[in-house]
Nanobody
Framework: QVQLVESGVGLVQPGGSLRLSCAAS????????MGWYRQAPGKERDLVAD???????NYGDSVKGRFIISRDNAKNTVFLQMNSLKSDGTAVYYC????????????WGKGILVTVSS
């Protein structure tokens, strides 16, 4: 099993920046991809960004050019730098991890609420 713990400040003004972190523990040797999804009130959970152990990244269309995902493999930690945040960025952000043999998330964090508001 893998445990994921998210951290980061949850309130930011429109146009501002915020950085989220997620640390994995447990059976991390089986993990390849790590990343973030988000779920806004009344909406489905959507991909924000994903990064493989080798550094290949994938972004949701709505965040391309504004968000940057990175990873420290030695610390089993993934980061999400969010820039130029908009009000539609208000959501619960969930860290996830997927196994080497999987193309979908296998593990989820509890989520962290990010509010973009003036």
């Amino acid at each position: 099993q893998v445990q994921l713990v998210e951290s980061g400040v949850g309130l930011v003004q429109p146009g501002g920046s915020l950085r989220l972190s997620c640390a994995a523990s447990g059976s991390t040797v089986s993990i390849n991809g790590m990343g973030w999804y988000r779920q806004a009130p009344g909406k489905e959970r959507d991909l924000v960004a994903d990064i493989t152990r080798g550094g290949t990244t994938n972004y949701g269309d709505s965040v391309k050019g504004r968000f940057i995902i990175s990873r420290d493999n030695a610390k089993n930690t993934v980061f999400l730098q969010m820039n130029s945040l908009k009000s539609d960025g208000t959501a619960v952000y969930y860290c996830n991890a997927r196994n080497l043999w999987s193309d979908k998330p296998n593990y989820w964090g509890k989520g962290i609420l990010v509010t973009v508001s003036s």
